[in-house]
């Protein structure tokens, strides 16, 4: 899966290399930008979800910590590719959990520490310019993430050394995000900027239920990652 991740990830950027050679002679030549921002990660569908009758699908994630790394060039004043460096930590719903858990299978205490994940995408952009200095783009983007899984640990009075472990806590997906980016030109080079993004993941994970080293048994964990990224930062034209 990381192969065709990665790969997948280099042909969208040989195609935008390649478009960028053919129009820089059909168009006229606007800045390159590139911008940092910073703010919140709102986990949605089954990957925040506390619903007691789903929970096998839920995540329990809590709104968490978004970065976010982009550049972009247009072609024209209103078409151009964008790329982005994302990075994202949640915390976990602890109490929820423990009152699904214990009341769906009566398993005891539930401590989950959180998930978190990093990824590269590229893909078009297109941009509506409201007034001399007031941008909206709009952009499809698509790439290569790997994701942290939470580890589970269950503490019963007969059994207390019961847990869950990933066997590989990175896992390697195929992620897409659209979004908008709303930017404003404070002046010739410099710029401020907000975005609304939605992030869609679904790796998978190999896990281990172990108990005192008396035995152990594996299991797997789709986990549906639905995150709306809402970001403000600074960046540059050049």
Known sequence: MKKQCILLTACLFSFVISFAQSAKSETKKTPFQIGILGGVGFPVGLFGSTNSTKYQDAGFAKPGLSLNLNGAYHFTDAFGITASAIYSRFNIDNDAANRIFNGATEIGEVSIDHWQYWGLMVGPMGTIKLNEDLFLDLKLIAGYASANAPTLKFQIEEIPDLSINTTDKWKDAFVFQV???????????????????????????????????????????????????VNFGVGLNF
């Open 179 to 229: 979004g908008t980016d709303l930017r404003f030109n404070v002046d010739k080079n410099l710029f401020i900027m907000a975005n609304v993004d939605y992030n869609f993941m679904k790796p998978k994970w190999k896990y281990v239920l172990a108990n005192n080293g008396n035995g152990a048994t594996n299991f797997t964990i789709d986990q549906q990652m639905g995150v709306l990224d």
